[in-house]
């Protein structure tokens, strides 16, 4: 539970990003060189492309970046949040700034702070097995730097999130690791996902540099607990995990998830649903995580909160729930 002079449970950093969500069958990878199962980035014109391939008509947009669609998720389950990020002062930024507001997110942009350019965006195609690939443009948000973080905000906060994916960025490993000395010195708990088996793959040496020392709370899915420890089993892995995390959740898909919780490892059951698109599960569970976490629930607790969360989002398309459908949520499991 925050302390009385804490503003904030979770002060999120990471890609603004706004998805473009639409489905495609399975030759579609094939038939346009894209690398299937994984986030991918790539330059504007190759964006263009693929849009130009997909069906437009049965897409839909939504406000989305993995940090974003896990503060979302804290403030719709009655956590409070805050979102460092960049924009562009254009159409797609003007939406998720206004997306951002209508959850009730706190954020360091206004429109007119905006720098000229483009949004960040990111197509994602779900085939019907359920499986995501993203291809992102990160448009303006690749300039995110430690300029754009808020000392006074992280000071305030509970939790500190830091999102994997901004070690792709050379301004956006120098912010996540500002982040974390501002946390660390005003004893601010930081939490860190590692958002992406690319991301741990390939830019590994710059992920090491954010963990430092060791982080709080870590969340990561078993193949990205395996390639970062170098083990072939996930027993292996979280062992390993505990030497650079004091905490941390391993999600495992279909079969629930594994908490450590400092002491112990606690076992997680899946919810039995038919999987749909797995865009968003990942953010879900860290959102209903760190709110149960910041609101006085055990580990245990709050990873039966995670993994409810994240199978209803699973069973739809698109990586948020509805505010009623997050108040279903909190009744079903804490009342």
Do not use: W
Request: proline share 3%; aromatic share 8%; glycine share 8%.
């Amino acid at each position: 539970m925050p302390s009385s002079d804490q503003k904030y449970d979770v002060y999120g950093i990471g890609n603004a990003i706004v998805d473009i969500i639409t489905e495609v069958e399975h030759d579609f990878f094939a038939t346009n060189e894209v690398e299937r199962g994984v986030m991918t980035l790539v330059d504007e014109k190759r964006q263009q492309q693929l849009m130009k391939a997909i069906d437009m008509k049965r897409s839909k947009m939504s406000g989305g970046g993995s940090a974003g669609n896990t503060v979302v998720a804290v403030n719709q389950f009655g956590g409070k949040s805050f979102y460092s990020c960049l924009v562009a002062n254009d159409e797609l930024g003007k939406f998720f700034l206004a997306d951002l507001k209508r959850n009730g997110v706190d954020t360091n942009l206004t429109v007119e702070q905006c720098p000229e350019g483009h949004s960040g965006r990111c197509l994602v195609m779900t085939t019907p097995d359920a499986e995501r690939t993203m291809n992102t443009f990160l448009g303006v948000s690749s300039f995110l730097s430690p300029e754009h973080l808020d000392a006074e905000a992280i000071k305030n906060s509970s939790y500190v999130y830091l999102e994997g994916y901004l070690v792709a960025s050379p301004k956006g490993l120098e912010a996540l690791k500002e982040a974390k000395k501002i946390a660390e010195r005003n004893k601010v708990l930081v939490a860190l996902t590692f958002s992406d088996p690319s991301m741990v793959k390939y830019f590994s040496k710059q992920m090491e540099e954010v963990v430092g020392a060791s982080v709080d709370l870590l969340f990561c899915n078993e193949e990205e607990a395996m390639i970062y420890t170098g083990t072939d089993t996930i027993k292996d892995a979280r062992e390993k995990l505990k030497e650079v995390a004091k905490r941390f959740a391993i999600t495992l898909g279909a079969n629930g998830a594994l908490i450590y919780d400092g002491d112990t490892f606690i076992q997680i059951e899946p919810y039995k649903v038919k999987a749909i698109d797995t865009n968003g599960a990942g953010d879900m569970f860290s959102g209903a995580f760190m709110y149960a976490i910041t609101h006085g629930h055990s580990y245990a607790e709050a990873g039966k909160l995670a993994s409810l969360a994240s199978s209803r989002v699973v069973s739809q398309f698109g990586p948020r729930l509805q505010p009623e459908q997050m108040k279903a949520v909190l009744g079903d499991l804490i009342g």
